[in-house]
């Protein structure tokens, strides 16, 4: 099996203020300071990044954004662009995650836009998708993920894939405390590792990282880890405390 580097992600969401992000990204420093075989990524809210970026600067942590637009510039009131990111100091973005489909009406078609913006600008995209309870109840899972793909990605070339993140998120783990089983989370991961190979060959699909979201916490991230699929995770809820988040990154 092809060797690819974990990558843990924390998404911090709408938490922290610009203070409490600084003092947060500078215990965890201190806490990950020690790791060399991982990559490390934060997700604060657009209000922080420039300031932890600095904190973080010439450590293993990596910075991300939580959402982006498509356009560079223009009349769009509350959107964050390519170019500011990638000012603000941000290596990644998260798109496509399910709170912003949910609640923000974001499709595939938007967010195939978005992540053509982010590789053209030098972000890496980590793309986020999963079924809800209720597809994956109807036998769903597997059609609802192809579509998220297909679409996802459509009118990539493969270049443009190759720095392409995986984060497949069951909606109906995400802040219930439930987490797939190691079956359910491997047969996913599997299944989403083949799309890639249908759609960009065996190489790509090789060597992209697919990441676990789903309540990862310090207490099931190992056996999530040994799973031969499974390339990270996407932490949410447990990324917020240094201590915790830590514990998951040295798994």
């Not at 911090?12 to 610009?18: A, D, E, G, H």
């Not at 053509?116 to 059609?143: M, N, W």
């Not at 998120?169 to 079956?183: N, Q």
């Amino acid at each position: 099996m092809e060797y690819r580097v974990p990558l843990i992600a924390g998404n911090w969401k709408m938490f922290k203020t610009c203070s409490e992000a600084v003092a947060s990204a500078t215990r965890l420093t201190e806490l990950v300071s020690d790791i060399d075989n991982v990559d490390v990524m934060i997700a604060p809210t657009y209000t922080s990044l420039a300031l932890v970026s600095e904190i973080i600067r010439n450590t293993r942590i990596n910075l991300g954004a939580q959402n982006i637009f498509w356009e560079n510039e223009g009349a769009f009131t509350g959107e964050i662009s390519a170019p500011m990111l990638v000012s603000a100091g941000c290596q990644y973005v998260i798109i496509g995650h399910s709170e912003r489909r949910q609640y923000f009406g974001e499709t595939d078609d938007s967010v195939n836009k978005r992540i053509k913006a982010a590789i053209a600008a030098g972000l890496i995209p980590i793309l986020c998708v999963g079924e809800t309870e209720i597809q994956r109840d109807e036998k769903k899972t597997f059609s609802v993920l192809d579509k998220q793909i297909k679409k996802g990605l459509e009118g990539l070339s493969l270049d443009e894939h190759c720095s392409l993140v995986i984060a497949y998120e069951p909606v109906w783990a995400i802040g219930t405390g439930k987490t797939a089983t190691p079956d359910q989370v491997q047969e996913v991961h599997a299944y989403l590792r083949g799309l890639i190979r249908k759609g960009f060959g065996n190489l790509h699909a090789n060597a992209t990282r697919i990441l676990y979201g789903g309540s990862v916490k310090p207490d099931n991230v190992s056996e999530l880890m040994s799973l031969p699929d499974v390339d990270g995770a996407l932490v949410g809820g447990a990324s917020l405390q240094p201590d915790s988040f830590s514990k998951i990154i040295h798994y």
